[in-house]
């Protein structure tokens, strides 16, 4: 299974009340398998970003994906996943680790993409409706 997962993760206020929205879409079929809308509680913008790729992920390896593409509005976790940023934050680096541990699980075979957030529509309005939730 080739899965393409979409994640966003936000905060109201940096840091403040944070949640992530994740949607996992088969690439073969185009279909939504899996749908994660999750309140965080207080945290920033950056980690709840991280912790949406790290929901997808993990959900990933259940799944057990042959492939992955993170698409993701933010472009430092794009880019730090990629490595074309170094990760100078040690609470971001905990969550950078977390991701590459995953992608070891997953064989290595995990690409990142980074998209303007109007493409981004579905994981966006899950994590806004975490946020919502928790008001």
């Given at each position: 299974?080739?899965?393409?997962?979409?994640t966003?993760?936000g905060?109201?206020g940096?840091?403040g009340?944070a949640?992530?929205?994740?949607?996992?879409?088969?690439k073969?079929t185009?279909?939504?398998i899996?749908?994660?809308?999750?309140?965080?509680?207080?945290?920033?913008n950056?980690q709840?970003?991280y912790?949406?790729?790290?929901?997808g992920?993990t959900?990933?390896v259940?799944l057990?994906?042959k492939?992955?593409?993170?698409?993701?509005d933010s472009?430092?976790?794009?880019?730090?996943?990629r490595?074309?940023?170094?990760?100078?934050?040690a609470?971001l680096a905990?969550?950078f680790l977390?991701?590459k541990?995953l992608?070891?699980?997953?064989?290595?075979?995990?690409t990142?993409?980074h998209?303007?957030r109007?493409?981004?529509?579905q994981?966006?309005?899950?994590?806004?409706?975490?946020?919502?939730?928790k008001?």
């Amino acid at each position: 299974m080739n899965l393409q997962i979409y994640t966003d993760g936000g905060a109201r206020g940096n840091p403040g009340p944070a949640g992530i929205g994740v949607a996992i879409i088969d690439k073969a079929t185009g279909e939504t398998i899996a749908e994660i809308s999750q309140y965080l509680g207080e945290t920033t913008n950056n980690q709840a970003e991280y912790q949406a790729a790290i929901a997808g992920l993990t959900r990933a390896v259940e799944l057990g994906a042959k492939s992955v593409e993170i698409v993701a509005d933010s472009e430092l976790l794009v880019r730090q996943c990629r490595g074309q940023y170094k990760v100078k934050n040690a609470d971001l680096a905990k969550r950078f680790l977390e991701v590459k541990n995953l992608e070891t699980q997953l064989g290595g075979r995990v690409t990142y993409t980074h998209v303007k957030r109007e493409l981004n529509k579905q994981a966006d309005a899950l994590a806004n409706r975490a946020m919502d939730a928790k008001k």
